[in-house]
């Protein structure tokens, strides 16, 4: 079993460049609530706007969990970002271990922006996909999907 | 394949089960192996093991007089189809406010 990329695509009525900095500035403002790693509730989801910036929430008890940073800052057109959390819910800091979100900001008219998200690169985090078309070795960097999984089943 | 995700869904929302499958990650197990690492009792673990062989995350065969259970592939690419689903939904919402009076754009030079 090859791990297919995710891709997902939206079209949004504004301008690139506000494309742009409400996905990154604004993370907070729309980021969904239920989406989250540590026990509290959510209190603040941030992208720190700038190259090598942090990509992290913040619970209500006050502590903060990276999920990743930004490995490509290229406004208003694309940032690429990591994704560190491994299979065992844990921010892992080797950056070989990461799997990558790409979203890319395309001008269709003054006010038509199309969003292209990718999330790829999952067998990063740990054991190969062969090991987990095989059955044998566990699910590497799946486990950490199957925690966010189960962080949305108790939400 | 919406129902099987929700499936899924339900059978990790208790924390044992979460367990299990972590424990599942290092290789196939038995029953009383899953038992003796989990502070779960070897029925509870052969109940859990049921709701997740129904749910599509594991799966079993026998192995001389033991019966092994191991992470099903299939199962983890059902995980990615939500993750999939979640992204969806970070993208609409995303688009929601993109879109909305109260982030104005601001006029570009």
Redesign the interface.
Known sequence: MTLEPIRKTITVACSREHAFKTYTEAFDSWWPREHHIGQGDLAEAVLEPKPGGRWYERTTDGSECDWGEVLVWEPPARVVLTWRIDGDWKVDPDPAHASEIEVRFVEEGPRSTRVELEHRAFERHGETAAKVHDGVSGDGGHGGLLKLFAEKAVA | MAAYGSD???A??DPSR?AI??A?????RAVGELAADLPISRPAVSQHLKVLKAAGLV?DRAEGTKRLY?????G??A??A???R??????????????SPE?P??E?P
């Open positions: 899924q869904l339900a990790l929302a979460r499958v972590e599942l990650r290092a290789g196939p799966a191991r992470l099903e592939p299939d983890i690419a995980v990615r939500y993750l999939d979640m992204w969806s939904d970070a993208l609409k919402s995303f688009a929601d406010l993109a879109e982030s754009e601001e570009q």
